[in-house]
C-alpha cells in the first residue's frame, strides 16, 4: 500500500468514525454493515488492511458503550446480558490457558482473546445503549432496504454468472455445485450469501408474525428463502428448515405444518438418491477417524488438546482460530497439521484452518471453557423464550422470535464457519441478543406505562 492510500484511508476512517461516535445507535449500525459487506469491499478494492475494519468498529463499539456505562449518572442494566457470568467464565479459562503456554507472546494473546470474546462483547456493547420499539422498527426498515439489495444484485448474478463471479467472486469464477452456479449476490462466497438470506429470511418471518404483514415484506422473504436455495450451501438450508419448523410450531402455524408434513414423503422420495449420497460423503468426511477432512482432524486435535491441558486448553489464538492461522501455532507442528492438506503453514496453504467453530473453543478455552460458552447459548435461549412469550410490545416478541431461530441457524452453521469471529456473521446473533437485553430494560422501566397505554399506541403506530 502507498502512503498515499494510507494517508487516504487513515482521513476517511476519522471523518467517518468521529461524528459516529457521538452517534452509538448509528455506530452499532454501522459497525453490522460493514461486518456484512467487509470482505467484498477488501476484494473489490484490493486494500488488505480493510479486512480489519470490521474489528476496528466493533472495538470502536465495545469503547463506546464502556465511556457510557462509567459516565456519572449511568444507570446499569437492570435486564442483564443473558449468559455474561457464563461467557465471562469461557474469556477467564481461555486467556488463562493462554498465560499458562510456553512460549508466551504478548501479540498472539491479545490478538487470540479479541478475537474469541469480540462477538460477545459486541453484543454487550449494543446492550448498554438507549433502545426503544421506535429504534427497533427503523432497525428493521433500514434492513429491509440492505436485503433489497442483496436481492436485486443476486438477481442480476443469476442472469450473468460467468460475468458477474469474475468481479465478485473470490475464485475469479462460479462456484459449481450440483451441476449449477452457486448464486453469490454482492458476497464473494456462496456461504455469505446463504448467511444473510436465511438469517433475513427468519427475520421476516417473525417480523410478520409479530409486527406487521405488508405485500413488500412478503416478496422480501419469498426472495431471502429462494436466494438461500439458489447459493446451495447444505447446512445453511437444513438451518433454514429446522429454525421454520420450530418457529412454526410456537407460531401456531398448523396449516404450513400439515402442508410441510404431507409434502416430506414425496420430497424424502423424489431426492431419495442425493440424500443417501450426501450422508454417505458427510459420514465418511467427518464421522470417520481416517478422514483427512479438515473439520475431522481440527476436531479431533482439539479432543485431544483438551485432554493433555487438561482442565485449560491451549489458550486463545493457538488453535483452529484466525490468530493461531496467521501465526502459525506451535500446537499445529506438535500434531502434525503441518503435512495435512488445507491445514499447513504459508500463503495458500492453511485455508481450511477455521473451517468450523467448534475446535477453536475447545482447543482453546478446554472442556471448562467450552462448557461455558454452550451454557451461555442455553441462557440465550431461555431469555429469548422469555422475551417472545412475556414481551410487552411486538417488537420485543419479534426479538425474541428471531433470536430463537437465530440461534437454531447458528448452531447448523457453525459446523462448517468460524460463525462467532469472521464476517459476514460474527457480530449479528449475539448483535440482537443485546438489542433485545436493551429493550427488555426499556420495558421494566416503562411496564406500568405501556400497559396503560399498549392498545392506543398501536393504534398511533399503526
Known amino acids: 500500500m502507498t502512503v498515499l492510500n494510507l494517508l487516504v484511508i487513515v482521513t476517511f476512517g476519522t471523518l467517518c468514525l468521529v461524528p459516529l461516535w457521538f452517534r452509538p445507535k448509528l455506530l452499532v449500525a454501522s459497525a453490522l454493515l460493514c461486518v456484512l459487506f467487509v470482505r467484498t469491499l477488501t476484494h473489490l478494492s484490493g486494500i488488505e488492511p480493510l479486512a480489519n475494519l470490521d474489528d476496528a468498529l466493533v472495538l470502536l463499539t465495545v469503547l463506546r458503550a464502556l465511556v457510557q456505562r462509567l459516565s456519572p449518572g449511568s ?99 462460479p462456484i459449481v455445485r450440483y451441476g449449477l452456479p452457486s448464486m453469490i449476490g454482492p458476497f464473494i462466497h456462496p456461504f455469505d450469501l446463504a448467511f444473510a438470506m436465511s438469517m433475513s429470511a427468519i427475520a421476516i418471518m417473525s417480523y410478520r408474525r409479530y409486527v406487521g404483514k405488508s405485500h413488500f415484506s412478503a416478496v422480501l422473504l419469498a426472495g431471502s428463502s429462494i436466494a438461500t436455495f439458489l447459493s446451495f450451501r447444505r447446512k445453511d438450508l437444513l438451518g433454514l428448515l429446522a429454525s421454520t419448523v420450530i418457529l412454526a410450531q410456537r407460531f401456531r402455524w398448523n396449516g404450513v405444518l400439515l402442508g410441510g408434513f404431507l409434502c416430506l414423503p414425496l420430497a424424502v ?24 477432512e479438515a473439520r475431522t482432524v481440527l476436531s479431533l486435535g482439539a479432543l485431544q488438546l483438551a485432554n493433555e491441558y487438561f482442565p485449560f486448553g491451549a489458550g486463545f489464538g493457538r488453535y483452529a482460530s484466525r490468530t493461531a492461522a496467521i501465526e502459525y501455532s506451535p500446537e499445529y507442528f506438535r500434531l502434525g497439521f503441518n503435512a495435512v492438506y488445507g491445514l499447513g503453514p504459508g500463503v495458500g496453504q492453511g485455508a481450511f484452518l477455521t473451517d468450523t467453530s ?99 399506541v398501536r393504534k398511533i403506530i399503526k
Open 269 to 292: 422420495v423424489l431426492a431419495w438418491p442425493e440424500i443417501t449420497n450426501q450422508f454417505q460423503t458427510i459420514n465418511d468426511a467427518y464421522f470417520s477417524a481416517e478422514s483427512s
Open 358 to 456: 467448534w475446535p477453536a473453543i475447545l482447543g482453546e478455552s478446554g472442556i471448562f471453557g467450552t462448557a461455558c460458552f454452550a451454557f451461555g447459548l442455553v441462557l440465550i435461549f431461555s431469555r429469548a423464550i422469555s422475551w417472545e412469550r412475556r414481551g410487552v410490545t411486538n417488537e420485543m416478541k419479534w426479538i425474541g422470535a428471531t433470536t430463537i431461530g437465530w440461534l437454531i441457524l447458528t448452531l447448523f452453521q457453525s459446523t462448517g464457519a468460524a460463525v462467532f469471529t469472521s464476517p459476514p456473521m460474527f457480530a449479528f446473533f449475539l448483535g440482537i441478543v443485546g438489542l433485545g437485553t436493551a429493550l427488555q430494560k426499556y420495558e421494566l422501566e416503562n411496564e406500568e406505562f405501556i400497559s396503560k397505554n399498549f392498545v392506543r
Open 75 to 173: 444507570q446499569a442494566v437492570s435486564a442483564g446480558f443473558p449468559g455474561s457470568i457464563a461467557f465471562l467464565g469461557f474469556a477467564s479459562l481461555g486467556f488463562l490457558s493462554a498465560l499458562l503456554r510456553q512460549p508466551l507472546d504478548p501479540t498472539v494473546v491479545i490478538s487470540g482473546s479479541f478475537l474469541a470474546t469480540k462477538a460477545i462483547l459486541f453484543g454487550w456493547a449494543v446492550a448498554q445503549f438507549q433502545w426503544q420499539p421506535k429504534d427497533v422498527r427503523k432497525m428493521a426498515r433500514s434492513a429491509a432496504f440492505v436485503v433489497t439489495i442483496i436481492l436485486g444484485a443476486t438477481a442480476i448474478n443469476a442472469i450473468i454468472p460467468g460475468t458477474w463471479s469474475s468481479v465478485f467472486s473470490v475464485n475469479g469464477a
